[in-house]
């Protein structure tokens, strides 16, 4: 199991892994998804960003490619957004 720094507990599943990516703060994510280059495409629209997210953390700690659930995409892209 992964722990990240600032997480209570280990992670055990993708939403456990999801959910502390969400709790990343808006400069955090512009840091992380605005310079990986090598994911294509703008953010300007929740699709494009939920495809980047996807792509930049898809696979993050040897975790079986989940999409993260609609709720959490919603909040990082509304926190993105402000």
């Known amino acids: ?14 939403e456990d ?9 808006a400069g955090q994510l512009h840091t992380i ?3 990986d280059h090598a ?3 703008p953010t300007g629209d929740l699709d ?3 495809r980047r997210i ?3 953390f898809g ?3 040897g975790f079986a490619p989940a999409p993260p659930p ?3 995409v919603r909040a990082m892209w509304e926190k993105y957004r402000g």
């Open 17 to 25: 892994l999801w959910r502390a990516i969400a709790a990343l703060s």
């Open 70 to 72: 609609e709720p959490i």
């Open 54 to 56: 996807a792509g930049v």
């Open 1 to 14: 199991m992964l722990a990240l720094p600032g997480v209570a507990q280990p992670l055990s599943s993708p």
């Open 48 to 50: 494009s960003f939920r």
């Open 59 to 61: 696979n993050v700690a």
């Open 33 to 35: 998804i605005d310079l």
């Open 39 to 41: 994911a294509p495409g």
